[in-house]
């Protein structure tokens, strides 16, 4: 796989389809060898120098094995067939954080179920119950095949909230297939979880619903009524105080020249006082 474990360069249309042909096949292989185990995904990491690739199981101790026996063995087997050079790829292990928002790993548990004989009705509503219980905004298994009988039929279980559609389907919606070879014929399993929102990114994807309105409280509790009576009451009236003996009146309250009466000329005085 020159896109992977090789330095030659190659178109980038070339690069795509070689880092998907490589991504399915690595998932094939796991999805057979682990199975047992819990697996629930791989994830490809490129860097520079190595290429590190990531089991996510339930069981991670199977994984590993005794003294990392099995680890060691699934790198060899990954580094030859993909053409790797000595010591640019490293396999890891990561336990899944929460199983019952993990449809791979949910469908992995029905079949074994499907396998051990247990009730196909039984099994499926054991499923969607354990979903439900971890939190999860719905989920959906299809179970069709010969259940019971020569005539195949479709049966499908499902609980809770579900979109399927638009951006959000493919955000929120985690869905698995698997195939269970059962004496009478193939019976095919597809489990869908609507995973819950989580601002974290833990448990469920960050992107809030696009139909979900959230409604905030305001700051302030001021009703309608306080607030008419705050301005209907009258403006306050300022209150002069006095001034003492000695200090200066401010300027505003000096009298004008204009405000005070006017003297009388001295002719005036005089001509009254000689009684014209």
């Not at 719905?138 to 559609?165: C, H, N, P, W």
Request: charged content about 25%; hydrophobic content about 40%.
């Amino acid at each position: 796989m020159p896109a992977i474990g090789g330095s030659s360069r190659m178109s980038t249309k070339r690069k795509f389809v070689a880092d998907g042909v490589f991504y399915a096949e690595l998932n094939e292989l796991l999805t057979r060898e682990l199975a047992e185990d819990g697996y629930a995904g791989v994830e490809v990491r490129t860097t520079p120098h190595r290429t590190e690739i990531i089991i996510q199981a339930t069981r991670t101790q199977n994984v590993l094995g005794e003294k990392g026996q099995r680890i060691r063995e699934l790198t060899s087997v990954v580094q030859k067939r993909f053409e790797f050079a000595d010591g640019a790829v490293e396999l890891y292990a990561e336990r899944v954080q929460n199983r019952g928002l993990c449809a791979q790993a949910q469908a992995e548990s029905l079949k074994f179920k499907l396998l051990g004989g247990l009730a196909v009705r039984r099994a499926c509503y054991g499923v969607v119950r354990f979903v439900m219980e971890a939190s999860a905004k719905g989920v959906e298994v299809i179970v069709s095949g010969k259940l019971r009988g020569q005539r195949a039929k479709a049966m499908k279980f499902s609980d809770g909230y579900m979109i399927k559609t638009g951006h959000a389907g493919q955000v929120y919606t985690d869905t698995a297939v698997r195939h269970v070879l059962m004496r009478q014929g193939v019976i095919g399993i597809k489990v869908s979880i609507m995973l819950p929102y989580d601002p974290t990114g833990k448990q469920g994807p960050k992107i809030p619903l696009d139909d979900v309105v959230t409604i905030m409280e305001p700051k302030e509790d001021i009703s309608a009524m306080s607030m008419a009576a705050v301005s209907a009451a009258p403006a306050p009236v300022p209150i002069e105080e006095p001034i003492a003996p000695d200090q200066e009146a401010p300027v505003d309250q000096v009298p004008m020249a204009m405000d005070m009466p006017a003297e009388q000329p001295e002719a005036e005085s005089a001509m009254e006082a000689a009684g014209f």
